[in-house]
């Protein structure tokens, strides 16, 4: 209540609590009437639907090729893609029927991601086209439509009423300002219980799913220039947020949790699939690499993520498999001269990076923290150093120095050469396509050495050192133990995955294993692909993988600026999103609020009434 001052007979104002807002009020980020910002943002993205059907400049300098009516491609095709979406999830959460399963858990907040989304494209092309050509008088009539249709999206979807009301015992709410409007429109309800699907639909949607996923990655590796790349990336981004907030996301999580031997299966099935969507080598060797760095990735999870082992030198491990596979595989220029069957060059590519793994992790485990970061790091930098030297003039005559181990020969399994074309199914699989087959074959076998490691006794163990190793000492865990083997596991990992880059790229040099580089593979951005996917899964590393390789091989046309703009991504990715793209659910009670008190309310103990009782 207010206090009166008794000699005025006035209230005081200081001591006045604040009203709580209305719990079920929620208004949107601009003041606009309910009614009015639903067909505000109706009429922008039909608006910009149409302007896609428009040219949208004069002149087919620019890439792609904008000067066509009536038939949209690439920038204009992902217009009208996140203008589509709009609409769609718009007129589902207004309760039109059939489209109503598309927004579960929030309504406001997916509409305003898809219309930044949308207008981040549009407007994009509209820079790139400005920056490309020299000037916005290039823009014919469709991209000015374009770049206005998508401003009144996002200004009407500002305007509808957020997903979920105030929090009143939240202090910052009772006087919200634009900013708060905003950050709360975002937010949005957990998805609302589905009725039970028979077993045929939920394997279904599975199916459905990576079929999509398999789309996207296709479209996405197969963009001739990087515009267009940068725009799929734009829309990608913005649409995969709006799914996690219309709770598709979490509904297909529960599904693929129920099947997950199925959802594993299709997985690799879908990206099998992808050799056979390609007319050319030129995409399926990018996607070669990708799965040989992902795979490298996974196997620094094991150390980093399930551990908690900061390792800044793994790369050496995958240079020690793919030089002990070099000097076997029968090439002139290595100095054995002997040639292994691709199984036996497995094993010592295996056998020599586990050996290296147990030699310079039962030194230096007994180190935590930042001092095993800077020796790992020191590793790392010896084996590059060392793989110099042993040139026969500074050092023994083992891997040509500088110049590496060239012309490695192409591995033939069961007369299969790898090197050679081959049709299957009616469609010309080249080298780098057989390549990515046999490397998919190798992320298979970690991904289960992965699962099976993690939910084992000695999974639980590595879990246990990460989070405290003193109370897992206490409870009876070796420490020592447990982190040289997820150490030695993590090398033999990395050597598997080196034999087969060995022969992917035909040559080994001591400069494709340094801590830093434009190019991955690297420690720094093996460490960061662990990271931004999210530690500890097995999606995670593969995705954040995927991302880093791709992104860079993409937009080789920013040059130096690339470690720049990297950077700049981790910083943003750190500050919102610190338990990565592809968290589990450990990770995200510790990085985000649940709502729950660290200690229970009350005092500590029982009560003598408590106690008695």
């Known amino acids: 209540m207010a206090t009166t001052n008794p000699e005025a007979g006035t209230t005081d104002p200081a001591t006045t609590p604040a009203e709580p807002l209305d719990p079920t009020g929620a208004p949107g980020t601009l003041p606009l009437p309910p009614k009015a910002a639903r067909i505000i943002t109706a009429a922008g993205a039909l608006g910009t639907l149409a302007s896609t059907m428009l040219a949208w400049t004069w002149t087919a300098e620019f890439p792609g090729d904008l000067t066509y009516y009536g038939s949209p491609v690439d920038l204009q095709t992902l217009t009208l893609i996140g203008s589509v979406l709009t609409l769609a999830v718009l007129l589902a959460g207004n309760g039109v029927r059939g489209l109503r399963w598309l927004t579960p858990g929030g309504r406001t907040a997916p509409v305003v991601l898809l219309a930044a989304g949308t207008l981040g494209v549009a407007w994009f092309t509209a820079g790139a086209i400005a920056v490309v050509l020299g000037g916005l008088v290039n823009f014919e009539p469709g991209m000015w439509v374009a770049v206005l249709a998508s401003l009144v999206t996002l200004v009407g979807a500002l305007g509808l009423r957020a997903d979920q009301p105030f929090d009143p015992a939240d202090p910052a709410l009772r006087d919200p300002g634009a900013w708060q409007r905003f950050r709360h429109t975002l937010k949005a309800p957990a998805p609302q219980p589905a009725r039970e699907l028979p077993a045929w639909a939920e394997l279904l949607i599975i199916a459905v799913t990576f079929g999509i996923a398999l789309f996207a990655f296709t479209y996405g590796i197969d963009t001739p220039y990087g515009e267009l790349f940068i725009g799929f990336l734009i829309l990608v981004g913005f649409a995969a947020t709006a799914l996690a907030r219309t709770g598709l996301t979490q509904r297909l999580a529960k599904i693929t949790g129920k099947h997950r031997n199925v959802t594993f299966a299709a997985a690799f099935v879908a990206a099998a699939c992808f050799p056979f969507t390609q007319s050319s080598d030129q995409y399926t060797s990018v996607a070669a690499n990708i799965l040989i760095f992902a795979t490298v990735a996974l196997g620094l999870n094991v150390v980093v993520g399930l551990a908690g082992l900061l390792d800044l030198g793994y790369v050496a491990f995958l240079g020690v498999g793919a030089y002990a596979a070099a000097l076997v595989s029968g090439s002139n220029t290595s100095v054995l001269g002997v040639e292994f069957p691709f199984w036996a060059a497995v094993l010592t590519g295996a056998g020599a990076s586990l050996v290296f793994g147990v030699v310079i992790g039962a030194p230096t485990l007994r180190l935590h923290g930042d001092y095993l970061a800077i020796v790992t790091l020191g590793f790392g930098e010896i084996f590059r150093i060392g793989m110099e030297n042993l040139d026969g ?189 592809l968290a589990d659910r450990r990770k995200k009670l510790e990085f985000h609020e649940t709502g729950q008190l660290d200690v229970p309310t009350g005092g500590p103990g029982l009560s003598k009434t408590e106690a008695s009782r």
């Not at 999974?459 to 133990?481: L, S």
């Open 393 to 581: 003039s500074s050092g023994p005559s083992v891997t040509n120095g500088a110049n590496g181990i060239a012309n490695i020969p192409d591995l033939v399994i069961l007369g299969f050469d790898l090197g050679e074309d081959h049709t299957v199914l009616g469609v010309e699989l080249g080298p780098f396509a057989n390549y990515y087959l046999l490397m998919l074959l190798f992320t298979i076998i970690i991904v289960t050495i992965f699962r099976r490691a993690d939910r084992s006794r000695i999974g639980r163990a590595w879990v246990a050192v990460r989070e405290d190793e003193t109370a897992a000492r206490a409870m009876g865990i070796n420490g020592f133990r447990v982190k040289l083997i997820a150490f030695a596991l993590g090398a033999t990992l990395a050597g598997m995955a080196g034999t087969v880059q060995a022969h992917v790229t035909s040559s080994v040099t001591p400069e494709q294993y340094q801590f830093v580089e434009v190019v991955p593979p690297n420690s720094a951005f093996l460490l960061a692909a662990v990271i931004l996917g999210g530690m500890g899964t097995v999606s995670g590393p593969l995705v954040g993988a995927s991302l880093l390789y791709l992104i860079p091989a993409k937009l080789q046309f920013i040059g130096e600026y690339q470690l720049l703009l990297f950077g700049l991504a981790l910083v943003l990715l750190m500050r919102y999103r610190p338990e990565g793209l």
